[in-house]
């Protein structure tokens, strides 16, 4: 069983920074792309970054120069820097992973979500 833990949302001010983490623990064979996406209330979620195990990344267009992606493979954790916090950067942040259990044997995973509110 494979488990995706957050931690690090909170409520900020507008122009603050946070720290987003994700641990994956349980029966991990490989961890292939890891990112963060988002859903604010009554909205579609929607992908804020990515980062392959090669460290490559990606960003949406909204968070680009504000938001960091990085991840310590050894901890098998992602973590999002934000940074320049605006309020329509509120909403609730999920974890998601690409993780093997065994040779050739993929699956994608989600965590619970950690909410992250700014204020103006």
């Known amino acids: 069983q494979v488990q995706l833990v957050e931690s690090g949302g909170d409520l900020v001010q507008a122009g603050g920074s946070l720290r987003l983490s994700c641990a994956a623990s349980g029966s991990i064979f490989s961890i292939g792309v890891m990112g963060w996406y988002r859903q604010a209330p009554g909205k579609e979620r929607e992908l804020v970054a990515t980062i392959s195990n090669a460290a490559n990344t990606l960003y949406a267009n909204s968070v680009k120069g504000r938001f960091t992606i990085s991840r310590d493979n050894a901890k098998n954790t992602v973590y999002l820097q934000m940074n320049s916090l605006k309020p329509e950067d509120t909403a609730v942040y999920y974890c998601?992973?690409?993780?093997?259990?065994?040779?050739?044997?993929?699956?994608?995973?989600w965590g619970q979500g950690t909410q992250v509110t700014v204020s103006s």
């Open positions: 998601n992973a690409a993780i093997s259990t065994a040779w050739g044997k993929w699956n994608t995973y």
